[in-house]
């Protein structure tokens, strides 16, 4: 195995998702080479060459459509591929037809590198990450997906437009499943450090339980509402690629709601879901523990139940 280049990204699936992902990454300047892999060859080469275009108003780099012996030196690889989610579909409909196109994919990954990070951002991501980790044989904390990065991304947009406040000084999570599971852990949640309804008050709102109930489902159906405008949501994802590789790359040591298989946390054993965790140069270090109410640790037991429903009934491994 070739010693790995902390500057070259590998993209594997290179629909909406992952072509907006690439663009995302280029404009970055943190990776000095990408490659992209499709099964449509063309369309990888399209898309390498589009970006590329862009490359003089941007930083020197290298991007090409390879194949997977191109990703055998890369530090990350993003997995995009799969069945897109369709208007009226959830994303654990996709179930079957995604873990079916993983069994090809992730042996052929892991047959050229073993030693980078698997980000997995393809749909359901906590059943996909699930499944990579174990097609792979990659060490757990290498195999992490996207998870609710973006739902929390969404979240504290909506509250700081309902706040009147920069979105960046909202500090806030959706844990669970990334899908209808979701929650909001209001419990933890805190604009500089102002717990949320005492900032909602100095604001002028007063009707809590209401406006926390909508933000929340407004949050949670977001996709389906992107979806049913314009057929697919990438650029939110994209960005949510970029934030996690950069905390890998700069070894940063952020805290993210990032999908990984949990081993007794809140008592949640054996799926994979999103919880706060640390994330750097070796992915998933560790997970932070945050408060939770009793009726969010039932919200976050429920999401393990539905997640370890679907792995039962749809991933034979």
């Known amino acids: 195995m070739p ?10 699936g290179c ?5 907006a992902s690439a663009f995302a990454l280029m404009q970055s300047g943190m990776f000095s080479e990408m490659v992209l892999i499709d099964a449509d060859q063309d369309k990888a080469e399209g ?10 108003f941007a930083k020197p780099m290298q991007i090409y459509a390879g194949t997977y012996e191109d990703l055998a030196d890369a530090s990350i690889i993003v997995v995009t591929a799969g069945a897109g989610q369709k208007p009226g579909e959830t994303r ?3 179930v079957k037809k ?11 990954i892991a047959k050229y590198n073993q030693s980078g990070i698997l980000l997995i951002v393809a749909n ?3 059943i996909l990450t699930y499944t990579a980790a174990r097609l792979s044989g990659f060490p757990e904390n290498r195999v992490f997906g996207s998870g609710t990065v973006l739902d929390t991304a969404r979240l504290k947009y909506l509250l700081g437009e309902h706040l009147d406040v920069d979105s960046r000084n909202v500090h806030a999570f959706v844990i669970g499943e990334h899908g209808d599971s979701e929650f909001v852990a209001w419990s933890s949640l805190d604009i500089s450090g102002v717990p949320v309804h005492d900032f909602c008050e100095m604001r002028g709102h007063h009707e809590h339980e209401e406006a926390m109930q909508q933000i ?4 949670k159906n977001s996709a389906y509402e992107i979806i049913q405008k314009k057929k697919a949501t990438y650029y939110g994802v994209a960005m949510s690629v970029r934030r996690i590789c950069e905390a890998i790359i700069r070894d940063e040591k952020s805290v993210l709601p990032v999908s990984a298989i949990q081993h007794g946390n809140y008592g949640v054993e054996g799926v994979a879901l999103s919880m706060p965790a640390i994330v750097g140069k070796n992915g998933v270090e560790t997970m932070v523990p945050i408060r939770l109410s009793a009726a ?17 009934e749809a991933v034979q491994l």
């Open 296 to 312: 969010e640790y039932e919200k976050l037991r429920n999401s393990e139940k539905t997640l370890r429903k679907v792995l039962d």
């Open 98 to 108: 995604n873990v079916g196109i993983f069994k090809t994919i992730i042996p052929e």
């Open 92 to 94: 654990l409909d996709l």
């Open 47 to 56: 898309e390498a060459l589009d970006i590329s275009h862009g490359l003089p």
């Open 216 to 219: 929340a489902d407004d949050v």
């Open 124 to 126: 359901p991501v906590d």
């Open 3 to 12: 010693q790995i280049n902390d500057r070259k990204v590998a993209i594997v």
């Open 15 to 19: 629909g909406f998702v992952g072509a």
